[in-house]
């Protein structure tokens, strides 16, 4: 090699052809990743992940002058292993169904066997030949520039596009003839799982729970007295709610949440859909935006969409063998529940109008928390035998509901609607070893439901109102529907 080589790849570098596509490649998966869950994940996700996977780039092409000089093949080298890098996960996942029963180590090892045998050979090859990849390095850079462009289309058209006026498949609708207020108020719908009634603590328990009450009062909610629902378990109830109130118990409750009358009614006036989901088969159709925990998948992560990253990638053998490990349960679901309080600030400055639904999987055990919000005693978190460890994270889910509903009040443009109420009472448990005391299903159907209702006056509404009936009174208060009130269950 004479000398004058290197200066002409030094300008050709310069005039960036032939070694630049290992830095865009590294943005791609991310991209690609986030356009496919645009609905879910939020801009600056994307843009942290990406500036992570360009960090690791970045290092690993200061670790390529180990090898070589020469900028195509440390360029080459460097995209191979991006490759290996980025897709390893899919690979694994493909032949996992061989691997079962090996320990993760030795699984991971055996699989890694086939795709970082080919990188290495393809590598020493490329490090070795005595041809220049000048030209094949030009080719990638257009065809990774092309997939990056395509991304980034994608992910513009998304932004800048209307969400509304779109259905769940993101087919345009036609104008609909609509009744709306003249200020469109936001509306958040708040469902606390196996959250009692305050006069049921008192009566099963003799837990003074009535502070919770007096302190939305003060915030002017509307509380009910007497409240009951139709349904023990969560899904009817769930499904009960969001139709108002017209779901059959002999009905599917499932595709009934996922296209439910409430979300179509407001999608229809415009209205962003926003929603803290617990579980995949109640996700909403609809959703513009989702906020999702995954309660089952033990991992490192609590967000799904960098969980996803590490899984697709080479590092997929850290969160697997975490997951495989003793898992720190009582972490997990603290900071699953922590998550819904800590994303709801933002969410709350969002523009509007928007539908903003929270299953919130609490204060339903596991018993995580104490009354202040510290950690509970791991040694009894389905412990149902001693009241207080529900009634401590009733206690505080109770504290953390009313200041988030001060908040929302306190940071909303303009006054929102806010609605509070459980799916069911407390059901108890009747597990062995953690069985509490006898619960009639009667207690099990008194459910707490408040309703912040800006401009209405509190007076003429039923007193026992039922969450049945509460979107009906929304709307026939701010939409002008005639919604006759159900008679209560």
């Not at 309703?451 to 009906?472: K, T």
């Amino acid at each position: 090699m004479t000398e004058a080589e290197p200066r002409r790849e030094a300008g050709a570098a310069a005039a960036g052809r032939g070694f630049l596509y290992p830095f865009f490649f590294s943005l791609y998966p991310i991209l690609f990743l986030y356009l496919r869950n645009i609905r879910e994940v939020t801009i600056y996700q994307a843009l942290w992940a990406s500036a992570a996977s360009l960090g690791i780039t970045i290092a690993g092409w200061f670790l390529t002058r180990i090898f070589s000089e020469r900028l195509e093949k440390r360029a080459l080298v460097l995209f191979l292993f991006l490759l290996l890098f980025h897709f390893y996960g899919l690979y694994y996942a493909l032949v996992a169904g061989w691997l079962l029963g090996l320990p993760p180590i030795a699984a991971h090892a055996l699989a890694f066997t086939l795709p970082g045998g080919i990188w290495l050979l393809l590598s020493v090859l490329a490090i070795r030949s005595r041809r220049s990849f000048s030209a094949l390095g030009r080719v990638l850079n257009l065809v990774v520039l092309a997939l990056l462009a395509w991304s980034l289309a994608g992910i513009i058209m998304s932004h800048i596009g209307p969400p509304a006026g779109r259905n769940g498949n993101g087919q345009r609708r036609g104008p609909a003839p609509v009744a709306m207020p003249a200020r469109a108020p936001d509306i958040y719908c708040f469902i606390l799982d196996e959250f009692m009634a305050p006069e049921e603590a008192q009566h099963i328990f003799g837990h003074d729970g009535g502070w919770f009450s007096d302190s939305l009062r003060r915030q002017g909610f509307f509380v009910a007295a007497g409240s009951t629902a139709r349904f023990t378990l969560t899904e009817p109830a769930i499904a009960d709610i969001l139709n108002l109130g017209e779901f059959s118990a002999t009905a599917d409750p499932f595709p009934l949440v996922r296209r439910n009358a409430v979300a179509a009614f407001l999608k229809e006036r415009n209205y962003r859909i926003v929603e803290f989901a617990c579980l995949p088969p109640l996700f909403m159709a609809a959703a513009d935006q989702r906020f999702y925990y995954n309660l089952a998948h033990a991992s490192i992560f609590f967000d799904d969409f960098y969980r996803v990253l590490f899984e697709r990638s080479l590092l997929r053998i850290l969160p697997e063998l975490w997951s495989r490990k003793k898992t720190d349960l009582s972490r997990f679901y603290r900071q699953r529940v922590l998550q819904v309080f800590e994303e709801l600030p933002g969410v709350v400055r969002e523009a509007g109008p928007k539908f903003v639904f929270v299953h919130l999987f609490s204060p339903h055990e596991p018993f995580v928390f104490d009354a202040r919000g510290g950690p509970g005693d791991p040694g009894h978190i389905w412990d149902h035998s001693d009241p207080r460890f529900y009634l401590q994270q009733y206690d505080f889910i109770s504290r953390r509901v009313a200041e988030t509903a001060a908040m929302i009040i306190r940071d909303s443009p303009e006054p929102p609607i806010l609605l509070i109420q459980s799916d069911h009472g407390y059901r108890g448990s009747k597990r062995p070893g953690n069985e509490s005391r006898p619960v009639a299903r009667a207690d099990m159907l008194k459910v707490f439901n408040a309703a912040y209702l800006p401009g209405i006056s509190l007076q003429g509404i039923d007193p026992s109102l039922s969450p049945r009936n509460n979107f009906r009174l929304v709307f026939d208060s701010y939409f002008g529907t005639r919604y006759p009130l159900l008679r209560h269950p």
